[in-house]
């Protein structure tokens, strides 16, 4: 549960996003009072014009005179309203505009442990509903509130000055409104919070069964699906009736005491005027003026609502705001003096936030230009220990080092060109297949792209109706599994990098294929360090050396021949991977025959000594 905080402290945040504006907030509000200065002075015309000439034989003039000032305020009124909309809008859409794009600059900032966390949905209705929630409060809400409540002070300053004893009847009926107006604003805005998280929660599910469609479709759960939405909707809308309720019942209060305060007001104005104590039109203006005020009040239950609803907006927009972002560049960034390319484990450790230590002790040392498969079982951890090297996660103990440089000394910009990633699970974005494909190395030439598709073997990608510009991605054409896979190595390869990290990356891929694209890797990796996790027996053959995940740790460093020879758990692992029992059934006969032959050349050896 997220921390209450009191109105003014969430406000106060607003204040350097608000400051540029202010001037322009300032002459909106000067607007919307003058306006209501217009309104409160049309019962004094009517007052002086009762009091002054509307008795038998009185002058006429003053009624045109006084028809005429009044509709000149009316006028002015209405000109005044419209020149605070001029004033606001533009402002408060670029200020929320700016709050949008911070948002979504500290999300690109913010740690893939912070994006484990939260649902998208959740992040979607931050920087959506909540920044349009804030919007319009600053536009309208806030300026109206203060308003609102100098008109009421003006009004019942005016009221008094007609007759005290008729505006104390109304100030009365003040005491119970704000009584309940504390309980209002404490009940609202648990209330508005839930139904703010509600909504963000269904945006979530939206996001995902819109993603996830096909299976739903494909596993016939679309009515389960529905269902489960159609609770999650229905949740939302108990909490809206409630909100909807608590601020009814504020509005009917707010109404009804002053009403209730105006009818006793009118019984005990009329006796006033009866024994001489008030004139005629001093009751007039009194009951005019207190309709001028009777409206904001009525209006309140409404800015009260806004209100809290934007303090709830800011405090949603702040707590992504404020989570730090734990992964940035050091104040005195390093380089090693001579980028090779040796990437080293040392006794790394590793646990997501909300799990035991995964990886501990991880020892590993992977030469400048080597190529390292990653074997271990589902679940071990693979894809984890791949992630710490572009630091998408950084270690809990130990560290990571590239040519003896800790990871974590480069700056995150610097990283980012040394190590280049490609993921089973591939990314497209909605551009085109050449601004996918050089996403790492946007100024990279025509060739250096051409050459990324070619050893990805994605040479598909000329085949599509515009070539390299075709638009790919959600919005764009679908791609196969296995073309999206070789769209995304071909991105890790343009990169151009020192060391790659590849998960995966031809799972999807058929055999021939992968033949080919291995063929082709072998040749373009020869000066990039390579880790790359493996699960299928191909792959492992891409290596150079195998480093095997168990428990947490590396236990065995070798060749595929020899740790197929000498480790038990390696053979276990391989004979897991796909297509594993085949091949390993062959490998470990031709192993058996290497080691025959061996023996019977020691035997004869030993036999002509
Ligand atoms: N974001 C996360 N938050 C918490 N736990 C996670 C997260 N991602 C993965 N895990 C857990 O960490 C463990 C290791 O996951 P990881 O993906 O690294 O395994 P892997 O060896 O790559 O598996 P596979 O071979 O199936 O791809 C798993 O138990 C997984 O459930």
Not at 65 to 70: K, Y
Not at 118 to 131: E, K, N, P
Request: glycine residues 8%; aromatic residues 6%.
């Amino acid at each position: 549960m997220a921390k209450q905080t009191s109105f003014f402290t969430s406000v106060k945040r607003l204040y350097p996003h608000v400051k540029p504006i202010l001037p322009r907030l300032f002459m909106g509000l000067v607007s919307a009072l003058l306006a209501s200065i217009m309104a409160l002075a049309i019962p004094q015309v009517l007052r002086v014009l009762i009091n002054g000439s509307l008795h038998p034989g009185g002058p006429t003039d003053a009624v045109w005179i006084s028809a005429v000032v009044v509709l000149a305020l009316g006028i002015a009124e209405a000109g005044l309203v419209a020149l605070r909309r001029q004033f606001v809008i533009n402002p408060a859409t670029t200020v929320e505009s700016r709050m949008r794009v911070s948002l979504y600059g500290h999300l690109q900032d913010l740690t893939v442990s912070f994006h484990d966390r939260w649902g998208s949905g959740q992040l979607l209705s931050r920087a959506m509903t909540d920044l349009n929630f804030l919007r319009r409060w600053m536009a309208f809400g806030a300026i109206m509130l203060v308003v609102t409540t100098l008109t009421v002070v003006i009004g019942v300053a005016v009221m008094f000055a007609m007759s005290w004893q008729l505006a104390l009847i109304f100030l009365a009926a003040a005491v119970p409104i704000m009584v309940y107006s504390f309980r209002f604003r404490r009940r609202f805005s648990l209330v508005t919070r839930l139904s703010q998280d509600q909504a963000g929660d269904l945006a979530t599910t939206v996001e995902e069964s819109v993603h996830g469609i096909r299976v739903l479709k494909a596993f016939g759960r679309s009515r389960e699906a529905l269902e489960n939405f159609n609770e999650q909707a229905e949740e939302l809308r108990q909490t809206e009736i409630a909100k909807a309720k608590h601020q009814a019942t504020f509005t009917l209060v707010v109404t009804l005491l002053p009403e209730l305060a105006l009818g006793v007001g009118l019984v005990a104005g009329v006796l006033l005027v009866s024994m001489g104590q008030l004139s005629i039109g001093s009751l007039v203006a009194f009951f005019g003026t207190a309709a001028v005020v009777a409206a904001p009040v009525e209006f309140s239950g409404t800015l009260l609502a806004m209100a809290l609803t934007a303090k709830t907006a800011l405090d949603r927009h702040f707590e992504v705001m404020d989570t730090p972002n734990t992964i940035t560049s050091p104040a005195n960034p390093r380089t090693p003096k001579e980028l090779r390319g040796a990437l080293s484990f040392k006794a790394a450790g590793f646990g997501f936030d909300d799990g035991a230590r995964l990886l501990h002790d991880v020892t590993l040392d992977i030469r400048p230009g080597e190529t390292m498969a990653l074997v271990g079982i589902t679940g071990s951890g693979k894809s984890a220990l791949l992630q710490l090297v572009p630091r998408l996660y950084d270690v809990s103990e130990g560290s990571v080092t590239i040519d003896g440089v800790d990871v974590r000394d480069f700056s995150v910009e610097q990283l980012k060109t040394v190590v280049a990633v490609a993921f089973e699970d591939t990314t497209l974005f909605s551009s085109s297949v050449r601004d996918n494909v050089l996403l790492g190395a946007p100024d990279a030439s025509e060739e250096a792209l051409e050459e990324a598709l070619d050893v990805a073997q994605a040479h598909f990608a000329y085949s599509l109706p515009d070539g390299v510009g075709t638009l790919i991605g959600e919005e764009g054409l679908s791609l196969s599994g296995g073309q999206r896979q070789r769209i995304a190595l071909a991105r890790a390869i343009a990169a151009k990098p020192k060391v790659l990290v590849l998960d995966d990356p031809l799972s999807a891929l058929d055999v021939n294929t992968e033949e080919l694209v291995e063929a082709r890797l072998r040749e373009v990796l020869r000066d990039t360090t390579t880790l790359i996790v493996a699960h299928r027996p191909s792959t492992v053959a891409l290596a150079d050396r195998v480093a095997l995940l168990e428990n947490g740790s590396i236990t065995a460093v070798g060749t595929h021949t020899e740790l197929l020879a000498n480790n038990a758990h390696y053979r276990y692992v391989i004979a897991s991977l796909d297509s594993g029992p085949k091949d390993l059934d062959l490998e470990l006969d031709e192993l058996e025959h290497e080691l025959d032959s061996e023996q019977h050349m020691d035997q004869a050896g030993e036999g002509r000594r």
